[in-house]
């Protein structure tokens, strides 16, 4: 039995199916009903969303506790949640997510896929590509992807784990890989680690963790917070810059897709084509290629994997792409991030006119990075800006959506609550429209979507 409190996690969600395809009797709670955990109790996992230890199922508090029984906690939920108390007052054992995580994926071959953005992108591909090995692979991914309709995969014939690897609370450190991937040391996360030098030395720590004989896989740039081991193997990779992988001759087909030459240490392939927008995903695209190719896959799945990979929701996911009427929604919640999307949005929509609608995560992060947020939303025509999410933390004397609105200087710009979002945009003249944020956002997604498409009718 296992009981997870914050089923509703992306991670938490992937372990919950994880275990339920074991047979195991698996039950949680979260503070809301979402999509995913809908989704989760289609798939016969029992969720309640009453903080009240009287709404756990009684199989599960009946007999007190047992040594066949987990109970799962992640840091999102407080220490002062209801049902948490309840286990720990009565004696279950809780452990943490990330280190049940690291005890299932230490058992066999990990390859784990650490950095402050970028993470979800290549270890999806990477899982995607490697399904295509004898025995597939086992995946604990940080997005559904949606070749798979999932961010669980799993192989019983296979010890091999593909698991993102979060650096948030150090929860990386649980793990011991046989391949390190470190796509982006950007500074995040200051709330827990004070400073970037500390931030950089626990990745350098994450780094260390590779077993022996094992690899380390870095985009070039961030080598500098790598303490390199005699016993393993460094490689490097880029989308522009030389690096033992890169990729080189990059364009924009005619179906708007990135086609590039994949340059290894030993060969060029040439004219790989992916089959998702965004020419920041040709970094990722190389990162995958790359662990693909280091665990033995060949050129040619590698090309047919690459080409078919059908992307990640909420990873610059296209909803609408009509004349007119187009809707991105993304997960982007850091400066850097917000960059690359609307980037990425002007190279493929040209001149056309580009609304960013973004809502602050985390009130630290706003503190922290309020003037990086106003810059790289000043990359927009029209901003629409929300109220912090403010998730695990409680507010900040001060700190409110207020400070960064009050730096950008884009003269077409307005704030409004989540809830007036669609109302928002349903006066506004609109063509191409970007959700952005990793809060509650993206349960207006459809909303929007909805609303955009009825203006587009009306036209």
């Known amino acids: 039995m296992v009981y997870f409190v914050g089923a509703g996690g992306i991670g938490m969600s992937a372990l919950a199916r994880y275990f339920n395809y074991l047979g195991r009797r698996v039950a949680g709670y979260d503070l809301t009903q979402t999509a995913l955990t809908r989704k989760l109790e289609s798939e016969g996992i029992e969720i309640t969303y009453s903080d009240d230890a009287g709404a756990i199922p009684r199989d599960f508090t009946e007999k007190g506790p047992k040594e066949d029984m987990i109970v799962v906690y992640t840091p999102a939920v407080p220490e002062t949640n209801n049902i948490l108390r309840w286990f720990r007052d009565n004696g279950y054992s809780t452990v943490k997510r990330s280190r049940l995580l690291g005890e299932l994926v230490n058992r066999g071959t990990g390859i784990a896929v650490a950095g402050t953005h970028?993470?979800?992108?290549?270890?999806?591909?990477?899982?995607?590509?490697?399904?295509?090995l004898p025995g597939g692979c086992n995946a604990f991914l940080g997005g559904i992807a949606r070749n798979f309709n999932s961010n669980l995969l799993v192989s019983e014939e296979s010890d091999l784990f593909v698991v993102e690897a979060d650096e948030y609370d150090r929860s990386f450190l649980q793990l011991y890989p046989s391949i390190a991937v470190i796509t982006s040391m950007d500074p995040d996360h200051?709330?827990?680690?004070?400073?970037?030098?500390?931030?950089?030395?626990?990745?350098?720590?994450?780094?260390?963790?590779?077993?022996?004989?094992?690899?380390?896989?870095?985009r070039e740039g961030v080598q500098p917070g790598?303490?390199?081991?005699?016993n393993i193997r460094y490689f490097s990779y880029s989308a522009g810059n030389p690096a033992d992988y890169s990729a080189r001759n990059v364009r924009i087909s005619k179906n708007g897709l990135s086609v590039f030459d994949l340059v290894t240490p030993d060969v060029t392939y040439r004219d790989m084509e992916l089959g998702i927008p965004g020419r920041f995903n040709v970094e990722n695209a190389v990162a995958a290629a790359a662990v693909a190719m280091l665990c033995g896959l060949d050129e040619t799945a590698v090309r047919k994997g690459l080409s078919n990979f059908s992307g990640i929701?909420?990873?610059?996911?296209?909803?609408?792409?009509?004349?007119?009427?187009?809707?991105?929604?993304?997960?982007?919640?850091?400066?850097?991030?917000?960059?690359?999307?609307?980037?990425?949005?002007?190279?493929?929509?040209?001149?056309?006119?580009?609304?960013?609608?973004?809502?602050?995560?985390?009130?630290t992060r706003t503190r922290d990075f309020a003037d990086g947020f106003a810059e790289s939303l000043n990359e927009l025509d029209d901003l629409i800006l929300l109220d912090i999410y403010p998730a695990r933390e409680k507010p900040l004397k001060?700190?409110?959506?207020?400070?960064?609105?009050?730096k950008v200087r884009l003269k077409s710009r307005k704030m409004c609550r989540r809830e007036e979002l669609p109302q928002v945009l349903g006066g506004?003249?609109?063509?191409?429209?970007?959700?952005?944020?990793?809060?509650?956002?993206?349960?207006?997604?459809?909303?929007v979507e909805k609303v955009l498409l009825s203006k587009t009718r009306l036209r």
Do not use: W
């Open 313 to 363: 929701y909420r990873r610059f996911d296209i909803r609408i792409n009509k004349p007119g009427c187009v809707l991105i929604d993304d997960y982007a919640h850091h400066p850097a991030e917000l960059s690359a999307c609307i980037s990425a949005a002007r190279e493929i929509f040209g001149g056309r006119r580009i609304t960013g609608v973004f809502q602050p995560h985390l009130y």
């Open 398 to 406: 001060g700190v409110t959506s207020e400070l960064i609105f009050e």
């Open 226 to 230: 790598i303490e390199k081991r005699g």
């Open 118 to 132: 970028g993470k979800t992108s290549v270890s999806s591909l990477a899982a995607h590509l490697l399904r295509e």
């Open 190 to 218: 200051l709330d827990i680690y004070g400073s970037y030098d500390e931030m950089a030395g626990a990745f350098s720590a994450f780094a260390g963790q590779v077993r022996q004989g094992g690899i380390v896989l870095y």
């Open 428 to 447: 506004m003249e609109t063509d191409v429209v970007i959700t952005m944020g990793a809060g509650s956002i993206d349960a207006m997604v459809e909303p």
